[in-house]
Structure formats: C-alpha cells, structure tokens
C-alpha cells in the first residue's frame, strides 16, 4: 500500500540554527511528493514539490527539500529557522495507483522554533 | 484573485441535524476534494470528485454526502449518521500538473 510517514510528531529548534523535518514514503512508480505548511485555524500551504529533476528542490520562505530515492526520503530543510516558521508541517505524496490525482498525506510534524 | 473559498468559518452543529459546508473555487480546477483533520491524525479523504457530476468515497465516507452539479462548487453535507462530527474540515482543488490548493478551513462543533 502507498503511504507516507513523518516519524516525529514534534520537533524543536533554536532559531538561527538549521532545521529539518523528516518524511518518508512508499509508493509504486515514480513518486510525486510535497510539503504544506499550515499555520493554526488556517488551511495548508504549498511548500515545494518534487517531481522529477533535482534532488534538491527549493520552495518557499527559503525552505528546500532532499529527495533521496534509495532510502525512500524526502526530507524538508531550511539553513536558519526562524520563530515565524513554528507551523505543522505536512509531507504528501501522489496515490499514484488510483489513476487520480489523489494526495496521501502524512500524519504532520509540529515544528518548534524557540527565540 | 483566483482562490477557493469555505464557508462558513464556525459552524455549530446540533445532535441529529444534517449541516452543509459550501466550498466554491474560481481557479478553473477539475478535481476537488474533501479532508477531515482531526489532532494527531493528519488529513483524512472523506471525498472527491473529478469531473462534474461525478465524485468517488474516499477513506472515511460514512455519515457524510456531496454533490458537484457545477465545476466551481463541492459542497459536503455532514449527516445525522456521521456520530463524531466534531473536527476541521478542509476542501482543497488540483488540476493536472498542479499541487492541491487548500482552502482555509470550516471548523464543525457539535454542541
């Protein structure tokens, strides 16, 4: 089955100092993966997408994504948090055995920066 | 500007009542779709629809019902049958090559 993980429910940073949001996934073919980022009481926000190309992709608000198809990652970076980057995070992945434009989403990761 | 708009923002639902959450988008999307999102769970398809007059269950269909009688609109009826109603509700709309645009989001209380 297609599915995609965020392993830890919270993460938390210094601000200034690197960050970095894991997400894993297993899907069949090609994958086609995104990040959103939502802010509370507020829908989801395109991040950055991977779709081919690159491995490393870069989005939004200075953020980039690491694509690594061996160990099935695709995780979401930035080179200095900022405490305006405290958010949940999504990572999301294209059912890709549905024949539709179908996202499978991960659970989301909640990230801390602290001043 | 092109966007997709839910409405309304709070919504108050009493036991045994159906509820119906509007979601419009003017950004020419073909599919549309429905999450719930609950605390600790992520986002949970409820429904979907690709083209007009034509929508697929998604994982967790029960106790809710849309229609797509117009491109541009999806709304979602949350019925009596759906017990745990209580959560945040999300439309969001693709086209082909495009990611998901969300929109921002109905939060449904039952009271």
């Known amino acids: 089955a297609q599915s995609v993980a965020q392993p830890e429910d919270q993460v938390n940073v210094a601000e200034g100092n690197p960050l970095t949001v894991k997400c894993t996934y297993s899907?069949?073919?090609?994958?086609?993966l995104f990040w959103y980022v939502q802010y509370p009481n507020r829908g989801l926000q395109f991040l950055l997408k991977y779709i081919t190309g690159d491995n490393l992709v870069k989005g939004s608000y200075g953020f980039e994504a690491e694509f690594n198809k061996s160990q099935t990652s695709f995780h979401l970076k930035k080179p200095s948090a900022l405490v305006s980057d405290s958010a949940l995070y999504f990572c999301?992945?294209?059912?890709?055995?549905?024949?539709?434009?179908?996202?499978?989403f991960g659970t989301g990761t909640r990230l801390k920066v602290l001043a | 500007d092109g966007g997709i708009t839910q409405s309304p923002k709070y919504l108050f639902r009493k036991e045994g009542q159906n509820v119906t959450l509007s979601c419009e988008q003017n950004l020419n999307h073909d599919a549309m779709y429905w999450y719930r999102q609950d605390p600790g769970q992520g986002l949970r398809l409820i429904y979907y629809s690709q083209i007009v007059n034509d929508f697929q269950k998604g994982d967790i269909a029960e106790g809710y019902s849309v229609s797509r009688e117009k491109k541009e609109s999806f709304p979602l009826t949350v019925t009596s049958a759906q017990k745990n109603p209580t959560a945040f509700y999300l439309c969001?709309?693709?086209?082909?090559?495009?990611?998901?645009?969300f929109g921002s989001g109905t939060r449904l209380t039952v009271v």
């Open positions: 969001a709309s693709t086209r082909v090559g495009y990611g998901y645009t």
């Open positions: 899907v069949s073919g090609n994958p086609y």
């Open positions: 999301a992945v294209r059912d890709t055995a549905s024949g539709t434009y179908k996202y499978i």
